[in-house]
């Protein structure tokens, strides 16, 4: 079964780029037909999509954050990537990787980063 | 961007009886391509969010069969037809027709 995780610092300081990598494991990142995507969910909040990757590396942000978003692919590490610049509070949450293709059909387990000075 | 708009946002529901969440989407989530990118999403508590259906009516792998989806267009219902301790949790609806990628409030499953 595809597995996704999430890895990376837990705590970021206001103004500072938050970066996450997803490893994806028992399958392959370069399956054509999917996206893989980020989403977060700040805490007792509700789900945001912020953006998207294929395996080729085309892109799709959520507007409402994409002049701070970067979502990246390697996928001779099978992993991809999410770069969020000028953090604030605002972007504390549990942010997870998923793959979509139809549905968000698998999902890391989240990993928590705190925006605090 | 496509507002989805869950009802109700609470649920408390007796062991064995069915449950009933609606989703409406502010536009028709039929895709140019034929189909209709409507998903349901369950959140155990402490837990990531789990696939129950895509496509309106899709039950995913290893998905109960108490679970079902309906709906066409801008209206859609999922339906537990007799609600187990487990199913407790958040529920969500999702579109993926259009971007951004958009997810109602969810609703809260609570057994009574």
Redesign the interface.
């Given at each position: 079964q595809l597995q996704l995780q999430e890895s990376g610092p837990g705590l970021v300081k206001p103004s500072e780029t938050l970066s996450l990598t997803c490893t994806v494991s028992s399958g392959s990142i370069s399956s054509s037909g999917y996206y893989w995507g980020w989403i977060r969910q700040p805490p007792g909040k509700g789900l945001e999509w912020i953006g998207s990757v294929s395996y080729s590396g085309t892109t799709f942000y959520n507007p409402s954050l994409k002049s701070r978003v970067t979502i990246s692919v390697d996928a001779s590490k099978n992993q991809f990537s999410l770069k969020l610049s000028s953090v604030t509070a605002a972007d504390t949450a549990v942010y997870y990787c998923a793959r979509h293709g139809g549905g968000w059909a698998y999902w890391g387990q989240g990993t928590l980063v705190t925006v605090s000075s | 961007?496509i507002v989805m708009t869950q009802t109700p946002l609470s649920s408390p529901v007796t062991l064995g009886q069915p449950a009933s969440i609606s989703c409406r989407s502010s536009q028709s989530l039929v895709h140019s391509d034929g189909?209709t990118?409507l998903?349901w999403?369950q959140q155990r508590p402490g837990q990531?969010?789990?696939?129950l259906?895509?496509?309106i009516s899709?039950r995913?792998s290893g998905v109960p069969d108490r679970f079902s989806g309906s709906g066409a267009g801008t209206d859609f219902t999922l339906k537990i037809s007799r609600v187990e301790a487990e199913d407790v949790g958040v529920y969500?609806c999702?579109q993926?027709t259009q971007?951004?990628?958009?997810?109602?409030?969810?609703t809260k499953l609570e057994i009574k």
């Open positions: - | 961007d189909n990118y998903s999403l990531p969010p789990r696939l259906i895509y496509k899709n995913f969500y999702t993926a971007f951004p990628y958009t997810f109602g409030q969810g």
